[in-house]
């Protein structure tokens, strides 16, 4: 029987110990408790420790000094564990002299004691065990995101309750919308959808881009073609949501895909299932399932995960193929260089064997009536 993994977590608080060991316990760790630094370096030497969690604060020796003491271990093996450290700390320079002594990664107490799936969610990408860390992730963002596909529903049914009279949108009234869903976005960075996609707006500005110019792009094009108001609403959800499965994944976001190596290539293809599994935790309806599904699908066979062709791919479906990828050409932050709206609106247009001629001369039309993105 294989030997469970040693976690050595060392705090002085009680109900952290407490708390802490019976999260590790019941995932299958061997969990060591230490009272305070001078404790830990006695008991960790030659262990076999995997893990080293670290209150900040301590009686004899702190945090600090016990991660300097552990990275300057004899044996080189027990030098190089990861260390969590576990602290109230909230001032970045503190925290920063932790990280630069030789710390991993650090949480907040009140984090492990109210959303136990964070702080395992970080144990399990210490030990390199990404599989669990996708889990734990998706866990952590389906209970922030819930309460906001409520919000956001309501927020489209407003939009095209205004707009779907008229079968058009102007200038001012795009402008407009694309305001509102800036403003939808900001809500993951503040307020009462805090943390959900930290790892995106600490470092990558195309997913937050992209996901309201995608969204945006949806409602309007939804509306020249006159679709069923559910319809659009599921439509946009999905577009919001589409790329989602990317902050579950731990490579490069930014990049070309295809310049990638061949298996965080096979990684990056994984995003479309991964935003598939969160979308079905959240409880999307079938049109907006549909877009995350199927926004890297083609009509020829060449997309991708599942190389889905012809009446299997529907006007969702395709719609979402051709606003992604002209988002995608003309922005200045995707993975490909950047086009003129002009060039990009031939380009995909000229892909007759992609999307149906039908949808293709439509978007046409429909993005030559908006100066969408002014070419520079």
């Known amino acids: 029987m294989a030997e469970k993994p040693k976690v050595l977590l060392v705090d002085d608080s009680l109900i952290i110990q407490k708390v802490g060991k019976q999260i590790l316990f019941r995932k299958g760790f061997n969990v060591i408790l230490a009272d305070h630094g001078e404790m830990a370096l006695k ?83 210490l030990l390199n065990e990404e599989g669990e860390v996708a889990k734990y992730k998706k866990i952590k963002l389906s209970k922030t995101l819930s309460p906001f596909v409520k919000d956001f529903l309501k927020f489209t049914q407003l939009v095209i309750d205004n707009f779907m009279a008229s079968g058009s949108i102007s200038q001012s009234e795009m402008e407009e919308i694309g305001e509102k869903l800036e403003n939808a976005y900001t809500l993951f960075s503040s307020g009462e959808y805090v943390g959900v996609i930290y790892e995106v707006i600490e470092g990558d500005d195309y997913l937050p881009v992209h996901t309201v110019n995608t969204t945006l792009l949806m409602l309007m094009f939804g509306v020249s073609l006159k679709w069923e108001k559910n319809k659009l609403i599921e439509a946009s959800l999905g577009a919001f949501f589409h790329d989602f499965g990317c ?115 439509k978007f046409d039309n429909f993005s030559r009536q908006f100066d969408l993105k002014p070419d520079e």
């Open 43 to 125: 008991l960790f030497p030659n262990q076999n420790i995997k893990l080293v969690i670290l209150d900040y604060h301590m009686p004899k020796m702190n945090g600090l000094q016990a991660v300097k003491k552990i990275r300057s271990s004899v044996n080189p093996e027990d030098a190089k564990t990861p260390i969590l450290i576990l602290t109230g700390e909230s001032n970045p320079t503190e925290l920063n002299k932790l990280l630069e002594a030789g710390a991993n990664d650090y949480l907040n107490k009140g984090r492990l004691l109210k959303n136990p799936e964070i702080f395992l969610e970080k144990v399990y990408h």
């Open 247 to 361: 902050l579950l994944l731990h490579i490069p976001v930014l990049v070309n895909p295809k310049a990638l190596p061949q298996k965080d290539y096979a990684d990056y293809m994984k995003h479309v299932e991964e935003g598939s599994s969160l979308g079905k935790t959240l409880g999307l309806p079938a049109n907006a399932q549909k877009f995350i599904e199927n926004h890297h699908e083609r009509l020829n066979g060449s997309g991708f995960p599942k190389q889905k062709k012809g009446e299997q791919l529907d006007d969702i479906s395709q719609v979402a193929g051709i606003i992604t990828l002209f988002d995608s050409l003309t922005s200045q932050y995707g993975i490909h260089n950047k086009m003129h709206v002009s060039d990009a609106i031939n380009k995909i247009s000229s892909w007759n064997t992609l999307f149906s001629e039908e949808l293709l001369k």
